[in-house]
T-cell receptor, first 113, second 114 residues
Framework: AQKITQTQPGMFVQEKEAVTLDCTYDTSDPSYGLFWYKQPSSGEMIFLIYQGSYDQQNATEGRYSLNFQKARKSANLVISASQLGDSAMYFC??????????FGSGTQLTVLP | AAGVIQSPRHLIKEKRETATLKCYPIPRHDTVYWYQQGPGQDPQFLISFYEKMQSDKGSIPDRFSAQQFSDYHSELNMSSLELGDSALYFC?????????????FGEGSRLTVL
């Protein structure tokens, strides 16, 4: 079974600065992946980025990048040049054998003007 | 691009009533997943379907049932509703033979049980 740990219940960042949201995981699968989702106060779950365990490079999608450290079992999300619209809950998640996701407890990010 | 469509977006029911949520996956996606997210909680996996057959089961109460139809849309049926069933219910879809990273959620159906 997978386990996802997000140790930061809340984070604050100044607008235009970068922020790192932590995610550590535990799995016995030799091949796995990690998702990051954004959930604004309106509730929808927005896909941000995906990293496969055998991907040679860290995933990047626009202002989002993954700092994937396999040996440390961490997959931290880095948001560069934060915007006010980035204020939301962020979830790290890992798919199981049938791709059902196990989520971390989330980090509430607040971007300050 | 077409996304996962869920209906209704909001639903209010009384205790002991029944509710049905619908999910229309992204075209060509063959797998549907249902999640329940209680207030202040992370989403919990309920059940999934692949090619209209149940493929995996999570923490779905016995009062709930779900199915996937020939057109690949799925319905989550909830009976004998309890106050604790108030939550945001997400549907997600993927193409099993496609990249693992292509898993997308609908906007959710918010159920309130009074």
């Amino acid at each position: 079974a997978q386990k996802i740990t997000q140790t930061q219940p809340g984070m604050f960042v100044q607008e235009k600065e970068a922020v790192t949201l932590d995610c550590t995981y535990d799995t016995s699968d030799p091949s796995y992946g990690l998702f990051w989702y954004k959930q604004p106060s309106s509730g929808e779950m927005i896909f941000l980025i995906y990293q496969g365990s055998y991907d040679q490079q860290n995933a990047t999608e626009g202002r989002y990048s993954l700092n994937f450290q396999k040996a440390r079992k961490s997959a931290n999300l880095v948001i560069s040049a934060s915007q006010l619209g980035d204020s939301a809950m962020y979830f790290c998640a890992m798919p199981g054998s049938a791709r059902q996701l196990t989520f971390g407890s989330g980090t509430q990010l607040t971007v300050l003007p | 691009a077409a996304g996962v469509i869920q209906s209704p977006r909001h639903l209010i029911k009384e205790k002991r009533e029944t509710a049905t949520l619908k999910c229309y996956p992204i075209p060509r996606h063959d797998t549907v997943y249902w999640y329940q997210q209680g207030p202040g909680q992370d989403p919990q996996f309920l059940i999934s379907f692949y090619e209209k057959m149940q493929s995996d089961k999570g923490s779905i109460p016995d009062r709930f049932s779900a199915q996937q139809f020939s057109d690949y849309h799925s319905e989550l049926n909830m009976s004998s509703l309890e106050l604790g069933d108030s939550a945001l219910y997400f549907c997600a879809s993927s193409l099993t033979s496609g990249p693992t990273g292509e898993l997308f959620f609908g906007e959710g159906s918010r159920l309130t049980v009074l």
